[in-house]
C-alpha cells in the first residue's frame, strides 16, 4: 500500500524537536510515525506484532521448565507440580518422567521462541521501515525548502552525512525500541513471576539488585562514551565533506598538481577519526567487560543459593540446572538493554543535527491564503528595493526600474554592485528588506512561490547539469513534455544535432554536474531547458561570460531566439550581448548610477561608456594577438560591428548624441 497522506513538511516540523539529547523527547517525537493515525494497516501489524511478542516471551520463559524436567527426569525425581492424589498429577508424573519426550519439548519450545520472534520482526519491518521513510522524506523536503542562505552557509558532504546518519539514527531507534527493549521488559517480568512461584523472593531480590547494579553500570559508561563517540562523529563528517569537496574539484587538483597536499589534508581528518575511534572501541571493551563481571557475580549467587537448597533438600538438581539456564537466558536480553541503550543515545547523537535541521524555520515561506501569480502582460517592477545579507551589509540601496512587457532590460556594473541579487530576489530566495517586487501589479510576497518560480525562466552563468541523460536535464524544464516537446527545444537551442551525432544521442549521461559537455554545450541544455519551459518572464544572468567570442555568439543567438516577445531581464558581464536591450540600468554599490539605451549610456561618458572602453581596449589585444600567432587566417575574422568601436576618450557632445 502506497503512503498518499504524508503531511506537510509544516505540520511534521512542529512534532519534531531539536532536543535531540532527550531520549524520552525522542522517543515521544517519534511515535506518531510509528503508529500512523491514517494507515490502519500498520496499526494492526503494530498490534499483531505486540501479540507475537507476548507468544514468544512465553515459550521463552517455558524452555528452561522443560531443561529442569528433563534434567529431573533423568536423575529420577518427581517434579510434578500438583497434588500427588489428582489424576493429572499422576499423567504429569508419567509425563515427565520420560527424559526424552521432556527433551524433545525442550527443542520444540525452543524452535516456537525463534520462530515466533521472527515472525514478529518480519511483520513489524514494514512498520519501522515506514517511520525512516517518512522521516527521511520530510527532511529531504525540509532541506529544499530553507533558504539559500541555509544552503551557501553549509557543506553538501556534511549535509548529505547527517541525512545519511539520521536516517540510520531513526532506523536503530524504532528497531531497539519496539523489537528489542520492549521484548525484554516482558521477559524481565516473566522471569520475576517463575522465580517467585518456583523459588522464593531471594532469587527475585538477587536477579533485580543484579539487574540494577549493571543498567547502573551501563547507563554511566554509556554517558562517559557519549562525547567520544561525538567526536568520531564529527572527524566522519569532516573527513567525509574533505573528500567530496575534493573529488568535486578534481580538475583543480590537478590544474595546480596538488594530489598530495588534498590527501595530506584528508589524512589529518582521517587521522582525527582514528583516534577518535580507537577510543570508542577501547570504551566499548571496558562497558562489555564490566557488564560481564556484573553478571557473573549475580548468576554465581544465585547458583550457590540453589546448592545450598539441594544439601538441604528443598531443591531438585533440575532447580539447580533451570536456575542456571534461566540465568543465561536472562543475560541476552540484560545484554540486548545494555546494548539498546549505547544504540539509541548513539543513534540520538547521530540525530540531533537532523533534528536541529528540522526545527529551523524555512526563512522564505507562503503566507497565508497566497493565490497563484496570474502573469498577463508580464511586467515585472522594482519599487525602492533595499536588501542586506546581514545587518552590517546592504546590498541594494532603493533600486527602482521596470521591464515592460515583451521588453529586454539589462542590468550591469562592476562586481559587488548588487547585479545577481536582483535575480535572487525576483526568484524569491531571499525576501527584500524594505521596498516591493511586482509582477503585473502583485507583489511577489502576496503569491505562491511554486507559481512564481514557475512564471520565471532563468539560464543561469554556470549550468549545473544533473548527473542523467541529456534528455532528462531538458526534461527537467517541464517534466510531463514528450520526447518530441524535448527534441523541438534542442533544436531551437541549437543542440540537436549535436546530441544526435553522439552514439546515444538523448540517452548520453552528462556526467557529475555536466562536466562531458562542454561550456558552451552545457549552456545550449539550458537553454533549451528554459525554452521547453516557455515561461512569460526570463532571466538572463552572465548567460555568456564565461565562454569564448565565437561560442558567445552562437549562444547569444539562441537567447536571442528564446527572449524575442517575452519579458527579460539580463544581467549582464560582457556588454557587447546587451546592446539591444530596450534600457540598460547600470549599477554601482548598490544603486542606479546610470539608465538609458547602449548609445545614450556610451554619450553619457559615465560609468558605462568606461566599462565599454575597457573591455573593448581587452578584445582589440586579443586580436592582435591573434594576428601575431595567426597571421594567415586573422584577417578573415569577423569584424566588430560598427556598435562595437571603441568610443572617444573624451564624452561626446550632446549634439552628436542626438546624431
Known amino acids: 500500500m502506497t503512503d498518499t497522506h504524508l503531511r506537510s513538511p509544516h505540520s511534521l516540523r512542529r512534532e519534531v524537536s531539536s532536543d535531540g539529547g532527550s531520549l524520552i523527547t525522542t522517543l515521544r517525537r517519534l511515535w506518531p510515525y510509528i503508529w500512523p493515525s491514517d494507515r490502519r494497516d500498520l496499526q494492526r ?38 497434588p500427588p492424589d489428582s489424576w493429572l498429577s499422576a499423567w504429569l508424573t508419567w509425563v515427565l518422567a520420560a527424559p526424552i519426550l521432556m527433551t524433545i519439548a525442550y527443542g520444540g519450545m525452543r524452535i516456537l521462541m525463534a520462530g515466533f520472534t521472527q515472525l514478529r520482526d518480519g511483520i513489524f519491518a514494514k512498520v519501522a521501515m515506514h517511520a525512516v521513510r517518512r522521516l527521511a522524506i520530510l527532511t529531504f523536503e525540509h532541506m529544499h525548502l530553507l533558504s539559500l542562505r541555509f544552503h551557501l552557509e553549509r557543506k553538501t558532504g556534511g549535509l548529505t552525512r547527517v541525512l545519511e546518519r539520521g536516517r540510520n539514527g531513526i532506523e536503530t531507534i524504532v528497531r531497539m525500541v519496539i523489537l528489542q527493549a520492549a521484548p525484554t521488559v516482558v521477559e524481565l517480568a516473566l522471569i520475576v513471576a517463575v522465580l517467585l512461584y518456583q523459588f522464593d523472593w531471594r532469587y527475585v531480590a538477587v536477579v533485580l539488585v543484579t539487574v540494577a547494579f549493571y543498567m547502573l553500570f551501563t547507563y554511566f559508561a554509556t554517558e562517559w562514551r557519549i562525547n567520544i563517540r561525538r567526536k568520531m562523529n564529527e572527524s566522519d563528517t569532516d573527513a567525509n565533506t574533505k573528500a567530496i569537496d575534493s573529488l568535486l574539484n578534481y580538475e583543480t587538483v590537478k ?75 536472562l543475560y541476552q536480553p540484560l545484554n540486548f538493554m545494555g546494548m539498546i541503550y549505547r544504540e539509541i543515545k548513539q543513534a540520538t547523537i547521530d540525530i540531533e543535527l537532523l533534528f536541529s535541521i528540522l526545527s529551523r524555520p524555512a526563512e522564505i515561506v507562503d503566507r497565508p491564503g ?181 561560442t558567445e555568439r552562437d549562444i547569444q543567438d539562441a537567447l536571442d531566439r528564446v527572449s524575442k516577445n517575452r519579458t527579460t531581464l539580463v544581467i549582464a558581464h560582457r556588454l557587447s550581448t546587451i546592446v539591444g536591450a530596450d534600457e540598460i540600468i547600470v549599477l554601482d554599490a548598490g544603486t542606479i548610477v546610470e539608465r538609458g539605451t547602449h548609445y545614450q549610456l556610451l554619450a553619457g561618458g559615465g560609468l558605462y561608456a568606461s566599462m565599454w572602453n575597457r573591455q573593448r581596449e581587452a578584445e582589440a589585444a586579443r586580436e592582435k594577438l591573434a594576428q601575431v600567432e595567426d597571421p594567415v587566417n586573422a584577417p578573415n575574422r569577423n569584424p566588430p560591428p560598427v556598435a562595437d568601436a571603441l568610443i572617444p576618450a573624451e564624452p561626446l557632445a550632446p549634439a552628436n548624441a542626438a546624431e
Not at 52 to 80: C, H, R, S
Not at 421 to 432: H, P, W
Open 45 to 82: 501489524r503494530v498490534l499483531f506484532s505486540g501479540l507475537l511478542l507476548l507468544i514468544a516471551k512465553l515459550a521463552t520463559v517455558a524452555v528452561p521448565f522443560t531443561f529442569k524436567w528433563a534434567t529431573d527426569a533423568l536423575v529420577g525425581e518427581n517434579t510434578a507440580p500438583f
Open 255 to 329: 590544474y595546480f598538481s596538488a594530489e598530495e597536499r588534498e590527501t595530506k589534508r584528508y589524512d589529518r581528518s582521517m587521522a582525527r577519526y582514528e583516534d577518535a575511534s580507537v577510543k570508542a572501541y577501547t570504551s566499548l571493551a571496558v562497558l562489555n567487560a564490566g557488564q560481564a563481571v556484573i553478571f557473573t557475580i549475580g548468576l554465581a549467587i544465585a547458583m550457590v543459593m540453589c546448592a545450598y537448597g539441594i544439601k538441604q533438600g528443598t531443591n531438585t538438581v533440575g532447580d539447580f540446572v533451570m536456575i542456571n539456564a534461566m540465568m543465561i537466558q
Open 370 to 550: 497566497a493565490e497563484p501569480v496570474k502573469v498577463s502582460a508580464g511586467i515585472v517592477r522594482f519599487d525602492n528595493v533595499c536588501f542586506k545579507y546581514e545587518p552590517a551589509r546592504q546590498i541594494l540601496k532603493g533600486v527602482s526600474f521596470e521591464v515592460p512587457a515583451g521588453k529586454t532590460v539589462a542590468i550591469v556594473g562592476p562586481s559587488g554592485a548588487g547585479k545577481s541579487t536582483i535575480s535572487r530576489l525576483l526568484f524569491r530566495f531571499y525576501e527584500v528588506t524594505s521596498g516591493s517586487i511586482l509582477i503585473d501589479g502583485q507583489d511577489i510576497r502576496d503569491v505562491t512561490q511554486k507559481s512564481l518560480r514557475a512564471a520565471i525562466g532563468m539560464v543561469p552563468q554556470d549550468t549545473v547539469l544533473f548527473n542523467d541523460t541529456i534528455r532528462y536535464n531538458i526534461r527537467y524544464g517541464r517534466w510531463e513534455a514528450s520526447d518530441a516537446e524535448v527534441e523541438a527545444a534542442a533544436g531551437l537551442a541549437r543542440i540537436d544535432s549535436f546530441i544526435r551525432l553522439s552514439p546515444h544521442g538523448y540517452e548520453t549521461e552528462v556526467g557529475e554536474r555536466g562536466l562531458k559537455l562542454s561550456g558552451g554545450e552545457k549552456q545550449r541544455v539550458a537553454i533549451a531547458r528554459t525554452i521547453l519551459k516557455a515561461p512569460p518572464i526570463l532571466v538572463l544572468d552572465e548567460a555568456t561570460s564565461a565562454l569564448d567570442s565565437h
